[in-house]
Nanobody
């Protein structure tokens, strides 16, 4: 059974930083892209960032460019999201995602989802 387990969420003041982690288990994720989506109350889930398995292709939502950094450690089947200069509008449940295609993921096609971790940014 495939599992994506997120960690690292929490409460932080505006301007602060958090680092999310997502550990994948249950199958071999070789060649799988991984990424992050988020969902705020009353809004649809939206793409945040994605990285190809090789790390050679990385994509970000425009509003997080320059503030968020996605990276992966394939030996650990883990993907990270370093979030700096956080804003109250970044408050959401953040979901880890995995799919064979990084561009498909950017378009919203995801095969596997994590359970989500809450990120709250206070003003």
């Amino acid at each position: 059974q495939v599992q994506l387990v997120e960690s690292g969420g929490g409460l932080v003041q505006a301007g602060g930083s958090l680092r999310l982690s997502c550990a994948a288990s249950g199958r071999t994720f070789s060649s799988y892209a991984m990424g992050w989506f988020r969902q705020s109350p009353g809004k649809e889930r939206e793409f945040v960032a994605a990285i190809s398995w090789s790390g050679g292709r990385i994509y970000y939502k425009d509003s997080v460019k320059g503030r968020f950094t996605i990276s992966n450690n394939n030996a650990k089947n883990t993907v990270y999201l370093q979030m700096n200069s956080l804003k109250p509008e970044d408050t959401a449940v953040y979901y880890c995602a995995a799919d064979r295609g990084v561009q498909a993921m950017v378009a919203g096609t995801v095969t596997y989802w994590g359970q989500g971790t809450q990120v709250t940014v206070s003003s």
